[in-house]
């Protein structure tokens, strides 16, 4: 693993009003981590998310990303960065007028760099990756199963083959048959591809399917961060609360029999 990093937050505060989210907020995260974020309700989990890929700007602090700061950073940087990271939204956010070959080609034909014949060849690259079939792009998101919009998010947070996979909620609204396959197949990619991965989530088998490292964001700050055993062991309400019992011990033996 480089020790460059592709995250790289630093004595990040954030405000919203008098609300304060975030207090100090330290957090890297290294090329080829799967690193999952978990907080109850209200914690900054998402915010975080947010403010690494440069849609929210913290109070303070400093926030890079493959070595350039997003904060303040200039149009050209924001849009070479765009390009550098993939983002799969809670419920698939599919433009729901266009249907799945052009969802999936919409990235791609945004660079204005490419003719119609690669982008075509491309998203059908794209929908294998996925194990969806061409016919699949002719239908429109309303006519998609909860699992096929994962799908085809995923087929689309990929087009470009970004460095960064950024996940939120991955699994949210799928059953326990289909999101222990969508785990597998973000699984398989990671490996094939080696791309990094931030993602929030509050499923304890999807966070030991997934992450090297977990980060537990309580009391406006990161109380914990290391492995899903590590993190289990620390000493302190939140952590107690969700990892604790059965389902805790469950995700954790869920993890050693993956790795």
Do not use: C, Y
Not at 70 to 98: I, K, N, Y
Not at 103 to 114: D, G, M, Q, T, V
Not at 162 to 190: A, C, H, M, W, Y
């Amino acid at each position: 693993m480089s020790s460059s990093p592709v995250i790289d937050v630093q004595g990040v505060w954030t405000r919203f009003g008098e609300a304060l989210v975030h207090r100090d907020i330290d957090l890297v995260v290294h090329r080829g981590e799967m690193l999952g974020l978990v907080g109850g309700s209200g914690s900054g989990k998402t915010t975080l998310l947010r403010e690494v890929v440069g849609l929210l700007k913290p109070t303070q602090g400093e926030v890079r990303l493959f070595g350039k700061s997003v904060v303040d950073a200039s149009p050209d940087v924001q849009r070479d960065l765009r390009r550098r990271f993939g983002m799969l939204f809670q419920h698939g956010a599919l433009f729901s007028a266009l249907p799945v070959f052009d969802n999936i080609a919409f990235p791609l034909r945004e660079l204005k760099r490419l003719d119609e014949n690669l982008i075509r060849e491309l998203v059908w690259m794209k929908l294998a990756m996925v194990e969806l079939e061409p016919a699949h792009g002719r239908l429109m998101p309303a006519e998609l199963s909860g699992g096929m919009i994962k799908r085809v998010a995923l087929a689309r947070a990929l087009a470009l083959e970004p460095e960064l996979l950024v996940l939120d909620e991955p699994t949210s609204g799928l059953d326990p048959d289909r999101s222990e396959n969508f785990v597998k197949l973000i699984r398989t990619l990671q490996r094939e591809l080696n791309f990094t991965v931030i993602m929030v989530t509050h499923d304890l088998d999807t966070l030991a399917g997934l992450a090297n490292r977990v980060a537990a964001m309580a009391d406006q700050r990161i109380v914990a961060l290391g492995t899903l055993q590590e993190v289990m062991a620390v000493d302190h309400p939140f952590v107690h609360r969700f990892f604790g019992g059965g389902r805790g011990l469950r995700a954790q033996a869920a993890q050693e029999r993956a790795d």
